[in-house]
Nanobody, 114 residues
Framework: QVQLVESGGGLVQTGGSLRLSCAAS????????MGWYRQAIGKQRELVAR???????NYADSVKGRFSISRDIAKNTVYLQMNSLKPEDTGVYYC????????WGQGTQVTVSS
């Protein structure tokens, strides 16, 4: 069982920045893939960024060059640095982990005002 706790969401103006954090209840060395998904109202949940334990990183085309995923192994935490935010980035952001099974955090709201 892996518990994930997100933090760092909030309200920001267009062009602003936020950093999301996801703290895992276990060593992230044991987790195959960790990442972030988001879901806007009326839309399906979509991948934002993910990083495998082998260092392979994937980003959604819509966030490339603006968002960056990183991790702090000592803190068992994964981060999502979001720069140049746009109104279309608004949604609930979920931390995701796979260690055989899929695990999700409770979500954190990000709202970008125009």
């Amino acid at each position: 069982q892996v518990q994930l706790v997100e933090s760092g969401g909030g309200l920001v103006q267009t062009g602003g920045s936020l950093r999301l954090s996801c703290a895992a209840s276990t060593s992230i060395f044991s987790i195959t893939t960790m990442g972030w998904y988001r879901q806007a109202i009326g839309k399906q949940r979509e991948l934002v960024a993910r990083r495998s334990t082998y260092g392979i990183v994937n980003y959604a085309d819509s966030v490339k060059g603006r968002f960056s995923i990183s991790r702090d192994i000592a803190k068992n935490t994964v981060y999502l640095q979001m720069n140049s935010l746009k109104p279309e980035d608004t949604g609930v952001y979920y931390c995701y982990a796979n260690r055989g099974d899929d695990y999700w955090g409770q979500g954190t709201q990000v709202t970008v005002s125009s």
